[in-house]
């Protein structure tokens, strides 16, 4: 599907250039991401990161509703405009968006909870989900922008991993006799993980997925399961 898109995209400057700004999102998503953990894992104190990751969230944001103007504008002005990949855009950019909202939660767990989150059986699980979605911001960028299905695919199998191993782990929360603050902010951080992680597997989905699929990749890859498909 995509690469159908990136091929209409060839060559046209301004959805050339949403591509590169949706791109770059993903870039500063990223940092925020990597510096949101080093705060928790109490790395670096929270006052030494504070403007800048609020300065990266809205930055994100005036992008995504740039992105989201010139695309209107886009289209009044050319009514013959490729509407499937403004849709698509449209609809990436809203994840990308949203992954540095939870990125900023997370710094705001750390900052506010200053509690080592060591020591006991949901250190190790948190520091494995931590590294295992820090890895795929890369690889979903590499997707989306070469149009790749194949890593798309793979991105998909492992974000929905990732996902139920989250919400294993919460459900044990529940049960944990662990003090409330760090009960508490473990639940957090394991929901705001497994949130970005959904939206990096949106962000696959629109590698693979026809438009109206984007974001419901359940549904569609039982439905190419249906029709014969090799799809996960």
Known sequence: MLRDLLEAWRGRDLL???????????GDAEWMYRTAWSVVFCEVA?????????GRD???????????????????LRPEANLAACLVLMSVTKDAERIGDYCKGIY????GARLPFE??????????????????????RVA????????????????????????????GLFRSELPTAKAVGYTLLFR?????????????????APVHEIDYITEYL????ERGSTAI
């Not at 809205?58 to 009044?76: A, S």
């Not at 039982?222 to 399961?225: G, K, L, S, Y």
Request: overall charge neutral; some cysteine; glycine content about 6%.
């Open 16 to 26: 050339s250039r949403m591509l590169g700004e949706f791109d770059e999102m993903l």
């Open 144 to 171: 989306f922008r070469e149009g790749q299905e194949q890593l798309a695919h793979d991105l998909v199998f492992h974000c929905r991993e990732i996902a139920k191993r989250c919400d294993r782990i919460i459900r």
């Open 58 to 76: 809205k930055k994100v944001n005036r992008v995504q509703r740039r992105v989201r103007r010139q695309i209107i504008e886009h289209l009044t």
């Open 192 to 208: 705001y993980l497994k949130r970005i992680d959904v939206h990096i597997l949106n962000i696959a989905t629109a590698v693979i």
């Open 108 to 111: 705001e767990v750390g900052e």
């Open 46 to 54: 929270p006052k030494q990161l504070e403007a800048e990751i609020y």
């Open 222 to 225: 039982r439905d190419e399961d």
């Open 119 to 140: 020591g006991d059986s949901y250190a190790g699980p948190l520091r494995r989900a931590v590294s295992d979605i820090g890895a795929l911001f890369e690889q979903v």
